[in-house]
């Protein structure tokens, strides 16, 4: 295929999913992703240029989710959030460890990324669904994000301490991060608010933002890290001057066009294109096995905690938190990158997280999308 009809199709993706979503009332992430596996199966191969602005688009959407996070309601709904959230990640970690190393017969490696790659819950996948449904506002959408930063936490830390090898580029990382997320939290409101800045037409506000979460990603791979983490703690931070300014509140609305418009989009259709049907056709046993497992191991996890704590939205919480994507796809890619799983291994764990980003989320938004944007306790 030559590469200058790639960012033309790719536009006519973008596009079309946004068409299809709108026709159909459904999330545009998961139409994207779909779209995305049919193109790549037909195909259609991702340019470096896009798997780069893909990253970026990850990035900024979970910055944007910390930017919604009431923090107050964070320390209030702390106990449940932390509840929900880790046992949505330890269910499914120990769950899928267990049956793919002493059932399924995998290596004791492989079984831990298969592991860790099944036991996330896509914070950016939740942001989206709850934007496009109105529920960022209400606390139980709140509490969802949290819940999701919490599990995705418990998998970063996962992959970190049991594989990942710290060096001085990963201390550096670490430093160049809370020096500048102290920074942003110190001079930030000053800087937005002030009238040389704010409301220009060149948008300098936003191209800040930018220009620190590229500051993440590029510290971020020389530590051989991720940026999710600061990136996520820098918006959690920053969520308080959105909420208290209308001009702060217009930048993230603002925030939000740019980026929903064109580059968020390629994150899910990057990471549709990830999934050979070939190769999990191949082994399409191991496939359902698994994301029968990642979805059981999930409820499991978060239902009962949920019936318990939020009972007239347990089951849109449980499926929320079932799904999977950015961190799950890092950490699969880690393992094939590596050498602990192989190519096959990849397809059906990466086809598994793009399934468990599509499935739960069409049955939640289907029949169980609470009826009125309230807070459901």
């Known amino acids: ?17 946004s068409l299809i979503s709108l026709r159909t009332g459904l999330s545009v992430a998961i139409i994207e992703i779909v779209l995305g596996a049919i193109a790549g199966n037909l195909g259609f191969k991702p340019e470096e240029w896009m798997t780069y602005l893909a990253g970026f688009g990850g990035i900024i959407l979970t910055y944007l989710a910390g ?7 964070l320390k209030q709904k702390f106990k449940i959030s932390m509840l929900i959230g880790g046992f949505s990640f330890l269910m499914p970690f120990i769950m899928v460890f267990v049956i793919s190393y002493f059932l399924i017969g995998w290596e004791f490696n492989a079984s831990l990324i298969a592991g860790i790659a099944l036991s996330t819950t896509s914070l950016a996948v939740v942001y989206s669904v709850l934007v496009e449904t109105g529920l960022t506002n209400t606390k139980l959408g709140k509490i969802i994000m949290a819940s999701t930063f919490i599990t995705d936490m418990g998998t970063a830390l996962a992959l970190s301490v049991i594989f990942i ?6 201390l550096l990382f670490f430093g160049i991060s809370i020096l500048v997320i102290f920074v942003i939290d110190r001079f930030s409101l000053l800087l937005l608010r002030s009238p040389k800045i704010s ?38 931070i920053m969520s308080k001057h959105f909420k208290e300014h209308r001009k702060t509140k217009l930048l993230r609305n603002k925030l939000r066009t740019v980026s929903y418009s064109l580059i968020t989009p390629f994150f899910f259709i990057v990471g549709g294109l990830k999934v050979s049907a070939p190769l999990i056709w191949s082994a399409i046993g191991l496939f359902v096995l698994l994301f029968f497992l990642k979805m059981v191991a999930k409820f499991v996890g978060v239902f009962f905690l949920a019936q318990k704590y939020i009972p007239q ?36 764990l990466v086809g598994v997280i793009v399934a468990s980003a599509i499935v739960p989320t069409f049955v939640a938004q289907k029949w169980y999308k609470p009826k009125h944007n309230e807070d459901i306790f």
Do not use: W
């Open 313 to 348: 939205g347990k089951m849109y919480t449980t499926l929320l938190m079932s799904t999977g994507l950015t961190f799950g796809t890092i950490s699969a890619l880690f393992g094939l990158n590596a050498g602990y799983i192989s190519e096959v291994q990849y397809s059906v």
């Open 67 to 73: 930017a919604e996070v009431d923090t107050r309601i």
């Open 1 to 17: 295929m030559k590469p200058d009809i790639i960012p033309l199709i790719a536009g006519a993706i973008v596009l079309a999913a």
């Open 165 to 170: 090898k710290p060096t001085l580029y990963t």
């Open 199 to 236: 409301n220009k037409v060149i948008e300098p506000e936003i191209k800040i933002i930018f220009l620190v979460l590229l500051l993440f990603i590029y510290f971020a791979h020389l530590g051989e890290s991720h940026a999710v983490l600061p990136a996520f703690i820098l918006g959690l």
